[in-house]
């Protein structure tokens, strides 16, 4: 299940690193967006 999910939000979710945001002036919607892809992946690749 994490796996689709790290598949739809790589196709969906905006990438912030390929536009180099700066996680200190991040607003909080961008770092929640943040968080939540980097949980997805986490969880993706333990399985």
């Given at each position: 299940?994490?796996?689709?999910?790290?598949?739809?939000?790589?196709?969906?979710?905006?990438?912030?690193?390929?536009q180099?945001?700066?996680p200190?002036?991040?607003?909080?919607?961008?770092?929640?967006?943040?968080a939540?892809?980097?949980?997805?992946?986490?969880?993706?690749?333990?399985?």
């Amino acid at each position: 299940m994490f796996q689709f999910l790290a598949r739809c939000n790589r196709l969906i979710l905006p990438s912030f690193t390929k536009q180099q945001l700066d996680p200190a002036k991040a607003k909080k919607w961008q770092l929640a967006i943040l968080a939540w892809r980097y949980y997805v992946t986490c969880r993706a690749l333990d399985q």
